[in-house]
């Protein structure tokens, strides 16, 4: 079977993550959270409170243990959960939007995907981090479905939150990732649309490894 890059983008909440991991899974390919890598720049930032980007970039040791799963070691210190918390997440579009921070990540990334076997979700996978990809989804689900499966998943990890708030912190990131000046979230020309709305994490798996199939034949 021939080695494949594959590259899933799409909006907040839309899946990408559990299935990339189960693809990765099942074609035995590496997982690559680009979403992971955004955050933990910005826990520094909040860290360090400093708008110079260019200095945080330099100052940065971000390493991403790829070995089952992804964690992701922000100078020497294993931020994987951290990350997850609510204040980065308010921020993490707005660092996200910065060109040294873009500009630093994006050659991490293809350095990462430079063997290729690897399936990588984010916002400009397809766009801009690995344009020759083999294989492009773009996911998407209606915001509804994304508010509500948040709110499931905070449920069963004890975690508050309603679903009007968790709604419009959906549509508050899409818009902010959809409409920046640097590489905004956008379908790649070439990339396949999928809409799981209404479709099981199952369902999505086996329609994103068939296409993975025949592009590794
Ligand atoms: N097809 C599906 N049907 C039902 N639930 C799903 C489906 N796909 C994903 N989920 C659930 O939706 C939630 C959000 O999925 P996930 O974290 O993979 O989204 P994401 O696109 O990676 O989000 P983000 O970009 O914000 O990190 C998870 O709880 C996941 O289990
Ligand atoms: N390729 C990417 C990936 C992510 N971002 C930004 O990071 C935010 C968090 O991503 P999650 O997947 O963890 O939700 C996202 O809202 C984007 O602002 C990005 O710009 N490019």
Redesign the pocket.
């Given at each position: 079977m021939k080695k494949i890059n594959i590259a899933i983008d799409g909006p907040?909440a839309a899946g990408?993550?559990t299935i990339a991991k189960l693809v990765a899974q099942k074609f035995n390919m590496i997982y690559v959270?680009?979403?992971?890598m955004?955050?933990a720049i910005t826990l520094y930032y909040i860290e360090q409170e400093t708008e110079d980007f260019d200095r945080l970039v330099k100052e940065i040791d971000l390493k991403i243990v790829l070995d089952n799963g992804q964690r992701v070691i922000l100078n020497g210190e294993d931020v994987s959960e951290r990350i997850r918390q609510n204040d980065v997440t308010q921020k993490?579009?707005y660092v996200?939007s910065k060109e040294p921070v873009r500009t630093f990540l994006v050659n991490e990334q293809q350095k990462l995907a430079n063997e290729k076997n690897v399936v990588m979700?984010?916002?400009?996978?397809g766009t801009t981090?690995l344009p020759d990809a083999e294989l492009k989804i773009y996911m998407i689900a209606s915001v509804e479905e994304r508010a509500l499966r948040r709110l499931k998943d905070n449920e069963l990890r004890g975690i508050e939150s309603d679903l009007e708030s968790l709604k419009l912190d959906i549509e508050r990131?899409d818009q902010?990732?959809m409409n920046r000046e640097i590489?905004p979230l956008v379908k790649a020309e070439d990339a396949i649309s999928i809409d799981t709305t209404g479709l099981t994490i199952e369902e999505v798996t086996n329609k994103i490894s068939e296409l993975a199939k025949s592009k590794m034949n």
């Open positions: 907040a990408k993550s959270d680009t979403g992971a955004y955050r993490v579009s996200a979700d984010g916002r400009d996978v981090v990131r902010y990732d590489s």
